[in-house]
């Protein structure tokens, strides 16, 4: 099997645990600790374009990738201080609740870049393994 292939197939089964991880951190009957609860949806969220982005483009390196994931995470956080009535009303329903956020937190940039170097070191450790 090629190259090509493994790589698409590694990240292409992140995708799914990634985002089961992030939606699970934030269901309230779950006992997580207050800062999983808090964090770990933002972190993954990150976490998750990486791998989105990488499913997509193998051909650039994985640092831009990676570069490229923090700063769309904080373009849709900046996003969020628009604050039309269409827009709140859009983000109020599931899937876009999910993509677009609801406020403005400054935090959420420091978990976008967490977000994005985890994603990018599990990349890194998962390139080398499958060369």
Not at 47 to 60: E, M, N, Q, S
Not at 73 to 80: A, D, G, H, P, Y
Not at 82 to 90: F, N, T
Request: proline content about 4%; aromatic content about 16%.
């Amino acid at each position: 099997m090629s190259l090509k292939i493994r790589l698409r197939i590694f990240y292409l089964l992140l995708i799914p645990l990634t985002m089961w991880l992030g939606l699970s951190s934030r269901q309230p009957n779950h006992h997580y600790p207050e800062l999983v609860k808090l964090y770990a949806g933002d972190i993954l969220y990150a976490t998750f374009i990486v791998f989105g982005l990488r499913l997509l483009a193998l051909r650039p390196a994985l640092w831009k990738i990676s570069v490229g994931s923090f700063i769309f995470c904080v373009l849709i956080e900046i996003q969020q201080l628009y604050r039309a009535d269409w827009i709140i009303h859009l983000r109020h329903t599931f899937p876009f609740g999910l993509i677009l956020g609801y406020d403005f937190y400054w935090g959420d940039i420091i978990c976008y870049a967490l977000g994005a170097l985890l994603g990018h070191g599990i990349g890194v450790l998962g390139e080398k393994l499958l060369r």
